[in-house]
């Protein structure tokens, strides 16, 4: 057999690894992304419901139930991919447990997606009631993952990202003590933060692949 030490070898086609990455941090873009611009476009051009007292979640009854609950769907498995993606791409202790966090945040959103929640005033349901605990889940371990998998790729992304995201827990946090009424707004202020969070993330680890 003949070596040829010296042949020239393509490293033009990127292995097949990060070609996976690249196709979850894309997904990951496109369904948070998707939710989000419903989220948005609804705020903005509804008047069906409150985008102040009203949480988002009430959108997926009704009228735009099909957009809302799609864009959960979609959202929940964007949020699995980066979890999978930063997963494959740690190379530090925090970054594995936060991408191992992503995966119940994300699942929390499929799980809402078949279970619509209970609009303000109505009778409790089971559904509605697995919808309040997803929300729970998911608002409680996105943005600690977020924070893990941001920490991990660096400091300086790291302080911006707990810096928004200390916003909208204090924005959330003096809605009932100061009687704002305002609910809506201080959610929707959550799911910004998390959300512009979770692409940045992904064009991070695609910047790395």
Known sequence: MLAFPNAYVSTDEPPRRSRVRTALCVAAMVGVGYLGL?????????????????????????TYALAMNSGFFLAGV????????????ADRRSQRIGS????????????NAFNPTDIEGAVRTLHGTIHGFGGAV????A???LLLVTYGLGRRGFFVSLLAFAVAVVLLALDTPLS??????????AILVIFTSAILTSVRILRRT
């Open 100 to 111: 191992v966090l992503l995966f119940p945040a994300g699942l929390a959103l499929v799980v």
């Open 180 to 189: 704002l009424n305002a609910a809506g707004l201080a959610e929707r202020v």
């Open 138 to 141: 998911f608002f409680f371990t």
């Open 78 to 89: 964007g949020v699995i991919s980066l979890g999978w993606a930063a997963f494959s791409s």
């Open 143 to 145: 943005p600690a993952a």
């Open 38 to 62: 419903v989220i948005l476009g609804l705020s903005l051009f509804s008047t069906r419901y409150s985008p102040i007292t009203q949480v988002a979640s009430d959108y997926g009854v009704g």
